[in-house]
C-alpha cells in the first residue's frame, strides 16, 4: 500500500475528520485522527498490518498501550507471527495489578505499535514500562504521526519513531 493508498483508506474510513478539536495533549487542531474508525474494518486493518509487516525487522515480541493500539497490535502479530503484550494505561486494582499482559522474557527486543502519535507522552511510558519489564525498546512503528514532538522525544530516550504516514502528508492528500 503506497502513502496515497493508506491516505485514502483513512480518510475514506472517516479516521481523518476536519474541523475544531481539542486533542489529548490539551492543544486544538483543525484535524483529527482516529485510526479506529480505519482499524474495526477488517479489509482497512488488513492492508494497515501488512504495511506493518515490513517494518517488523527483527523485533521478538510487539507491545503496545490499550485501547487504540491493540487491534493493530493483534493483526500485526497474526501477520509477523510474533507474540504480542498489551500495556494497560493504568494499573488494576484486581488481580495481579499488572500493567503489561502478555510475557516480556529479559533481554527481548520488542517493537512498540501504536495508533496515532501527538507529543509521545503515552508512547514513552509504553517505552519505560516494557523495559522496566525487561524488554529492549529502540523502535515504534505507528500508523500516523501528528508530527507535534513525539518523533523528538522518543529520541531523548534512544528511540526511534518510525511512521506509516504523517500529518503532512495527510493534509497534502486529495479529500
Not at 496515497?4 to 474541523?19: H, I, N, W, Y
Not at 508530527?147 to 486529495?174: H, K, M, N
Request: with cysteine; glycine share 10%; proline share 3%.
Amino acid at each position: 500500500m503506497t502513502d496515497a493508498a493508506l491516505a485514502k483508506d483513512l480518510l475514506e474510513s472517516g479516521a481523518v475528520r476536519f474541523g475544531t478539536f481539542t486533542l489529548t495533549s490539551g492543544q486544538t487542531s483543525d484535524l483529527y485522527v482516529d485510526v479506529k474508525r480505519a482499524t474495526t474494518d477488517p479489509e482497512r486493518l488488513r492492508r494497515i498490518a501488512e504495511r506493518l509487516v515490513a517494518r517488523v525487522g527483527d523485533a521478538e515480541r510487539l507491545a503496545g498501550m490499550e485501547l487504540g493500539a491493540v487491534p493493530i497490535l493483534v493483526a500485526l502479530a497474526l501477520a509477523s507471527h510474533r507474540p504480542y503484550a498489551i500495556v494497560r494505561k493504568a494499573g488494576r486494582s484486581h488481580g495481579t495489578g499488572q500493567r503489561v499482559e502478555g510475557e516480556i522474557p529479559t533481554g527481548a527486543r520488542v517493537l512498540v505499535v501504536e495508533d496515532v502519535t501527538t507529543t509521545g507522552g503515552s508512547v514513552a511510558e509504553t517505552v519505560e514500562l516494557l523495559r522496566a519489564a525487561g524488554g529492549v525498546v529502540d523502535r515504534v512503528v505507528c500508523v500516523v504521526d501528528r508530527e507535534q514532538g513525539a518523533t523528538e522525544r522518543l529520541a531523548t530516550l534512544g528511540v526511534r519513531l518510525d511512521p506509516l504516514i504523517t500529518l503532512s502528508e495527510l493534509r497534502g492528500s486529495p479529500r
